[in-house]
């Protein structure tokens, strides 16, 4: 699971909203800096700043695709340059609630094929 500063554990069996939550949740706009700060801070904390996935996404070329796990593939790339550090699950749930929140884009393409 990633935390991120919104929620803490209380005890074994329940959660509460921190300081950082409830502020969080004044507005829309509020929420969404919050979410993108704390995103920011968690990805740089475990030394793969936001830039640098950024970067990694504007490097990917067809007919690869900036998905989760090309992105993950290319941030752990190379003898032992970066510690991995986040799952392709993290990355993509660590993504997804960036781009939720107006930090980045997400494109969803649909395809389709035969009936089964």
Do not use: W
């Amino acid at each position: 699971m990633v935390s991120l500063e919104f929620l803490a554990e209380q005890d074994e069996r329940a959660i509460r909203v921190t300081s950082t939550g409830r502020t969080a949740l004044g507005s829309e706009e509020k929420f969404n800096l919050k979410a993108q700060s704390a995103v920011r801070s968690y990805l740089a904390n475990c030394g793969v700043p936001i830039d640098r996935i950024l970067r990694v996404i504007s490097q990917i070329q067809l007919p690869d695709v900036p998905d989760a796990e090309t992105i993950h593939s290319a941030l752990y790339a190379g003898a032992g340059e970066t510690p991995q550090t986040l799952s392709k699950e993290q990355l993509r749930s660590l993504l997804f609630f960036y781009a939720m929140a107006g930090g980045m884009t997400r494109c969803v393409r649909v395809f389709y094929g035969a009936a089964q």
